[in-house]
Structures are given as C-alpha cells and as structure tokens.
C-alpha cells in the first residue's frame, strides 16, 4: 500500500484519485496513517462481503 501525507494529498490531489484506482493509498497526518482511499471499485467489493456477515447477526438476534 501505498502512503502520502495529508499535505501531499491535498497539494496532489489528482495524484491521489489516481493512485487510489490503482491501489489504496494510505493518508498520514504527523507520521501516523490517519485514512485510506480506496477506489470505489474496492469499497463496493468490501462493502458486499460485509453484508452477508450482518445478515448472519441479525439472524442470530445478536444486531
């Protein structure tokens, strides 16, 4: 993965969309990993393996 700063990413935003199609690149803000960018692409995918997981608590009575 991928890591910029904050200030890079702000300053090379368009570098950032960019790389994020790519792979997710990892924000950090005084030395730390703060956020990740992700294509959209990605988040639906994570997002769609999430959901069989909370179906299976709510079955469960447990959400």
Do not use: C, W
């Not at 639906?44 to 179906?55: I, N, T, V, Y």
Request: charged share 35%; net charge positive.
């Amino acid at each position: 993965m991928k890591s910029m700063s904050a200030k890079d990413a702000k300053n090379a935003f368009g570098m950032l969309i960019d790389s994020a199609r790519a792979e997710p690149v990892a924000i950090e803000k005084h030395g730390r990993k703060v956020v990740v960018v992700v294509a959209v692409e990605e988040y639906e995918r994570l997002k769609a393996q999430d959901r069989p997981q909370a179906a299976r608590t709510d079955l469960k009575g447990n959400g």
